[in-house]
């Protein structure tokens, strides 16, 4: 039984006080949910990816290669080879469906489903619809080979250097 029921003269003293304690807690938990909402928005409309740098990979200074060699990049499934003073870039990213192929002694194998690729990357096999994407080699301003994934070339497009 509440003291407001025993004493009459108390009624509407706590009501209005116990509303605007109420009230006060209400206001606060609004502006801290608010608060919350507006952070994780922030963190929402934040892009997350980045532009440009990814697409371009640098593989070493073109001495490093001696003529017939080849360096298998698994990270940027990407294959750099020297053929005499050429260079090419080869993706590994089968063209079925985008499993990663393996170098082999002639070409390239799918694991996935048997696709197989000669070393300039035709389809030898199927179910390859298409053959692996040659991409643009050029020399960056720091002397090093750099490989840009965002420019397929026709194939047979080399850089040739005079190393
Ligand atoms: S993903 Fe390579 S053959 Fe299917």
Same mark, same amino acid.
Request: one cysteine or more; proline letters at 8%; glycine letters at 10%.
């Given at each position: 039984m509440?003291?407001?029921?025993l004493n009459?003269?108390?009624?509407g003293?706590e009501g209005?006080?116990r509303?605007? !304690?109420?009230?006060m &807690?209400s206001?606060?938990?609004?502006?801290?949910?608010?608060s919350?909402?507006g952070?994780f928005n &922030?963190? @929402?409309?934040?892009?997350?990816v980045?532009?440009?740098?990814?697409?371009?990979?640098?593989?070493?200074?073109?001495?490093?290669? +001696?003529?017939?060699?080849?360096?298998?990049l698994? /990270?940027?499934?990407?294959?750099?080879?020297?053929?005499?003073?050429? @260079? !090419?870039?080869? +993706?590994?990213?089968?063209t079925?469906?985008?499993?990663?192929?393996r170098?082999? /002694?002639?070409g390239f194998?799918?694991?996935?489903? =048997?696709?197989?690729? /000669?070393?300039?990357? *035709?389809?030898?096999s199927?179910?390859?619809?298409?053959s !692996? #994407?040659?991409?643009?080699? #050029?020399v960056?301003p *720091? =002397?090093e080979l750099e490989? /840009?994934k965002?420019?397929?070339v #026709?194939?047979?497009?080399y850089l040739?250097l005079?190393?």
């Open positions: 509440s003291t407001t029921a009459p003269e108390r009624a003293t209005p006080s509303r605007r !304690l109420m009230t &807690l206001a606060v938990a609004l502006g801290a949910a608010g919350v909402m952070v &922030l963190i @929402f409309l934040r892009p997350r980045t532009y440009g740098s990814a697409s371009k990979i640098r593989v070493g200074r073109p001495g490093a290669y +001696s003529p017939g060699s080849q360096v298998v698994p /990270d940027a499934r990407v294959v750099v080879r020297r053929e005499g003073d050429k @260079f !090419l870039a080869i +993706s590994t990213v089968c079925h469906l985008g499993c990663t192929v170098t082999t /002694d002639i194998d799918c694991p996935c489903h =048997g696709s197989s690729y /000669d070393s300039s990357g *035709n389809v030898t199927g179910p390859a619809p298409k !692996l #994407a040659w991409y643009r080699v #050029a960056a *720091n =002397g490989v /840009d965002r420019q397929v #026709a194939p047979e497009t040739e005079k190393v």
